[in-house]
């Protein structure tokens, strides 16, 4: 049996309504944030985003980023939001800003569905960036094996946005224990 990898979106589990797409802003902005619990130790599998903007707006920067200082995002995960990919035998988030495997509070993971507070980040270490134009989006990096962005504990994993105008996204991370 696999290691327990769980997918996050940024935004509440689809149930009887699609996923909800979130804008970015004109600022930088966090458009989901996840902290693992004390002693687990994860690497993240793969990751992506998907835009909804009409081909005028120009590219904008996406960054999956490791920091030592979280953001204050709008909206905590929900123990559902977090779900259990691969191994079908993985436990279930458990809530609350102590929750195991991620912690679930605004300060710990979460998604922004407005502005936030970003944080005074003093060490980070970037897993990815890149200029995206939203016209010719998805965009989608899957690491090859024993190659995936291994987390520092107690780190906060941040996608992070910044475009000259406001668009909407959908992005996602596959994280494995």
């Keep these: 049996m696999s290691s327990p990898t769980y997918i996050i979106y940024n935004s509440a589990m689809a149930t009887i309504a699609a996923p909800v797409k979130q804008p970015t802003g004109t600022a930088i902005r966090t458009m989901m944030q996840l902290k693992l619990a004390t002693g687990l130790d994860a690497r993240v599998v793969a990751w992506g985003c998907s835009f909804d903007a009409p081909a005028a707006i120009t590219p904008g920067i996406v960054e999956l980023i490791e920091t030592d200082v979280g953001a204050t995002v709008s909206t905590a995960y929900a123990v559902a939001d977090i779900q259990t990919f691969s191994n079908?035998?993985?436990?279930?988030?458990?809530?609350?800003?102590?929750?195991?495997?991620?912690?679930?509070?605004t300060t710990a993971s979460g998604f922004a569905t407005g502005a936030g507070t970003e944080g005074a980040t003093t060490a980070s270490r970037m897993a990815d960036v890149q200029q995206i134009d939203p016209a010719f989006s998805p965009y989608g990096q899957t690491w090859s094996l024993a190659r995936e962005f291994d987390l520092t504990p107690q780190r906060f994993l941040r996608v992070r946005a910044t475009f000259g105008t406001t668009t909407n996204m959908i992005c996602w991370v596959l994280v494995e224990l």
């Design 88 to 105: 079908y035998t993985a436990l279930a988030n458990t809530a609350g800003a102590s929750g195991v495997p991620f912690n679930l509070a």
